[in-house]
């Protein structure tokens, strides 16, 4: 009877809920992984009575490729830079002018008129940072590594099998090209081979591609080296105090990610209406607290932890800066000859 009871509170409760998602209606958000907290979700949804569905991936490729294969049912996804201009120009973008919503005064130079859309018409920004390394430093021989991408495509013998790399062609690719002083967009096939040749001389001494849990797998030491997104490192020194992020001296790669709402987008004004709403400096604080990356929206960093803060990553020194190498868009030529390493690597 007992049950019962409770059986039947909780199907009030839940036809409540649902009573009020159909009032609101639904997002369906796609973005990358461990990338938003489920607590500010869960505050969206309290405050405009929107349900939020989400599901992720795990780099800009796969997004597209998900996209390309004609998934509907998004209603916001979350490109790099050159992705959103890639998905303009081929037509899978809905027009939203970010630039008109009015929490867009708030977006700070030079991410208001970003070269991929300049005008704002697509996209709205989201986190930005760079693509460095982690290296456990209590375990590697000597104490330390050189800032050096040499370091972790030629790493010590003693690093075999306890390396990862990311499981994402632009960032490899780019990594390995900046290391070599290659164009990121190269179109000589002789340039492409060399990239192609300490790739897969690296490759031996990984213990797998992954971009998906590498703050857990620094943790618990399964591994020693990892390249590695800003926040992922932040993240990871929380409980592995020994981990250290390079900045290589070569360059670091540099990227920013936005909310745009794929074509065809079922529910268009919630998505419309999240876009605005993360860009008020509470609600973005409250995603780079989680995330361990900056913003573009003024006022958010009033809105930060002190560990973040605190983190050179978030405020780059002059100097760090100076490394930023940020994403182009290649041509097709450039981008064949990438996917072609890629896929040799893979094989
Ligand atoms: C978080 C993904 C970071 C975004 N897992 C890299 N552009």
Redesign the pocket.
């Known amino acids: 009877m007992k049950v019962c009871k409770l059986h039947s509170l909780a199907l009030a409760a839940g036809l409540l809920v649902s009573a009020s998602a159909m009032a609101a209606g639904e997002l369906n958000l796609y973005n990358?992984?461990?990338?938003i907290p489920q607590d500010l979700l869960k505050r969206f949804e309290k405050e405009t009575g929107i349900k939020v569905n989400l599901d992720v991936f795990d780099s800009n490729e796969s997004l597209l490729a998900k996209l390309k294969a004609g998934a509907k049912g998004y209603d916001v996804v979350v490109p790099?830079d050159y992705m959103v201009k890639i998905m303009r120009d081929e037509g899978l973008l809905e027009k939203i002018d970010a630039s008109k919503m009015p929490n867009f005064k708030l977006v700070e130079a030079p991410l208001n008129k970003p070269d991929f859309d300049p005008q704002r018409e697509y996209s709205a920004p989201y986190?930005w940072?760079v693509t460095g390394f982690t290296y456990d430093a209590s375990r590697v021989p000597g104490g330390k590594l050189d800032n050096s991408w040499k370091s972790f495509f030629t790493p010590p013998a003693a690093l075999k099998g306890k390396v990862v790399a990311l499981n994402d062609v632009a960032e490899l690719y780019k990594a390995a090209a900046i290391y070599l002083k290659v164009d990121q967009c190269t179109e000589d096939p002789k340039q492409a081979k060399r990239i192609q040749d300490l790739l897969e001389a690296q490759k031996p001494m990984l213990a797998m591609y992954n971009s998906d849990g590498t703050i857990e797998r620094m943790q618990a030491q399964e591994v020693i080296m990892h390249q590695q997104?800003n926040?992922?490192a932040y993240r990871t020194r929380q409980k592995l105090k020994s981990a250290v992020f390079v900045y290589p001296k070569e360059g670091i790669p540099f990227?920013n990610?936005n909310l745009v709402i794929p074509k065809g987008a079922k529910n268009r004004d919630n998505a419309l209406k999240f876009i605005n709403w993360m860009m008020e400096p509470k609600n973005i604080a409250e995603a780079s607290n989680f995330?361990g990356y900056n913003n573009a929206i003024k006022g958010s960093a009033a809105y930060f932890v002190a560990d973040l803060k605190a983190d050179p990553a978030i405020n780059p020194t002059a100097a760090m800066r100076a490394l930023f190498v940020p994403n182009k868009n290649c041509s097709a030529k450039a981008n064949a000859l990438r996917d072609r390493v890629w896929t040799k690597l893979k094989k």
């Open positions: 990358w992984s461990d990338y790099s986190m940072g997104w926040g992922a990227w990610d995330t």
